[in-house]
């Protein structure tokens, strides 16, 4: 017994690349700064130099695709930690990254992130056990702009066991390239097991930095896998109807693939559809709203359709704070998208206001609605084996099953999901307990933080120094750390 969810016909998935493919064709991208713009042109995409429009034919386009790994990995600091990207492999969760702000778990008030939060929360994550790879996870507002983004692989690096996905504006190529060797020891060693990924963003519609292409295509001759990104939002940046958004975030993901795949055949690149609303009530863009998980399902699709791996915004939440809303939206959209049999769920973990605030409790208890939305689509044995008719005849009639050694034995191994946030205790004992799953998400967070300190750390002392240097970490970083 396993769930099974379509909601594209093939006819559709279809009409979908197609008309994606006809845009890339007729309007193409905008690529300005790229100084490969001459690679692209002579492997036959049209390429206006003056304007940096590329415009791709469609055997092109569907030759990247090919080219395209369906099996990624993303490896950790050991391979008990890697986690595998490939047909017929569960889906795994991440958290999303750069968040500007952090909802203090303390105090309650909404604040800037600092690089502090981005240790705390880089910790918290690496001990949530349904949590399989991060990104960097906040953005620093206290580092100086100049090196932040540096500051913050530093930090994960230094304090993940878990593969890590650069987010924050990645644009040192060169320093990303030397840190390949001081955590995987050489580059051949990086290509089997690679550390890190980055992400790289196209901007709706149909854009995407020249410079960008440069740094990514650079970084993935190395063997480092990229994160193909991107946000069309229905209504302003993309057509209100939802099929209409979906495909141009297909031809925005297949443009980057194209323009990838001819810079670097064999780049290992992982879609990353995140198409979105403009409510147009609030002016507000919304990961939270229904039409935003159906685009989602139907990107997993079509990119399925094609072989690519994919990665969406399955756990994204519009609310506040930890309420309601949060819980509701985080579930109903993280269990389509699974069921849809999304390779990575991001959106993401411990984040609200629509990826744009940290609220370290939250990381629990999304861990665990992770736990859940597992439990709902894992394979349930349908046997003679399971269905117990004997044991049911044996007990009889007003019989009990708690004294069976069967019983005890299943539960060990799994058989019902075991829940430490959300209470199944009876009313007086919940009542006497005097604790909210906000409370209890709070304690578990400070049980989990203290035992991430107790743990060795991901880095030797030796590498630690040598990313140190690489990173050019100064002492007002250190001093930011709280390790």
Sequence with gaps: MRTHMNWL????????????????ERVGMRTAGSGRLPALAEAGATVDVASGVVRFPAQLVLDAVARTPRR????????????????????????????????????NERRPSTLADLQAATALLDETPDVDLLWTTVTASDVPIEVRELAGYYTVLGESHKHAV?????????????MIPVV???????????????????????????????????????????????????GATAPVT???????????????TAAMQTLEPGARLIWGPSPTTMDMWSGGISYGSPEAALMCVACVEVAHRLGVPVSVPGLATDAKYAGAQTGFEKGTKGLLTVAAE??????????????????????????????????????????????????????????TFLKEKETSRRLRAGEHFRSQVF?????????????????????????????????????????????????????????????
């Design 423 to 483: 209470t199944r205790a009876a009313f007086d004992a919940w009542e006497a307990a005097g604790r909210d799953e906000v409370a209890v998400a709070r304690q578990l967070m400070a049980e989990r933080l203290a035992a991430h300190a107790e743990r060795e750390p991901p880095l030797t002392p030796e590498q630690r120094r040598a990313l140190a240097a690489v990173c050019e970490v100064t002492s007002d970083v250190e001093r930011a750390l709280r390790r």
């Design 9 to 24: 016909s093939e006819a559709e998935a279809d009409l979908i690349v197609e008309h994606a493919l006809g845009l890339l």
């Design 166 to 178: 650069f987010v924050d504006c990645p644009s040192q190529a060169e320093r990303i390239v030397r």
């Design 342 to 399: 999304a390779d990575v769920l991001s959106g993401g973990v411990g984040l609200v206001d629509a990826a744009n605030t940290l609220y370290l409790p939250q990381i629990v208890i999304d861990g665990e609605m992770a736990g859940v939305i597992r439990r709902l689509v894992a394979e349930v044995e349908v046997s003679p084996a399971t269905i117990m008719a004997d044991m049911v005849e044996r007990v009889g009639i007003g019989g």
């Design 72 to 107: 990624v990995v993303m490896a950790g600091s050991a391979p008990e930690f890697d986690v595998i990207l490939d047909q017929g492999e569960a889906a795994h969760f991440c958290s999303s990254g750069c968040a500007a702000f952090t909802l203090d778990a303390d105090t």
């Design 184 to 234: 995987s020891g050489d580059e051949a060693a990086f290509r089997e097991r690679p550390r890190f990924s980055t992400l790289l963003t196209a901007a709706s519609p149909l854009k995407l930095d020249g410079a960008l292409l440069d740094f990514h295509a650079t970084v993935a001759a190395c063997g480092v896998p990229v994160k193909v990104y991107t946000v069309p939002m229905a």
């Design 242 to 256: 939802l099929a209409g958004t979906i495909t141009q975030a297909v031809a925005e993901l297949l443009g980057v």
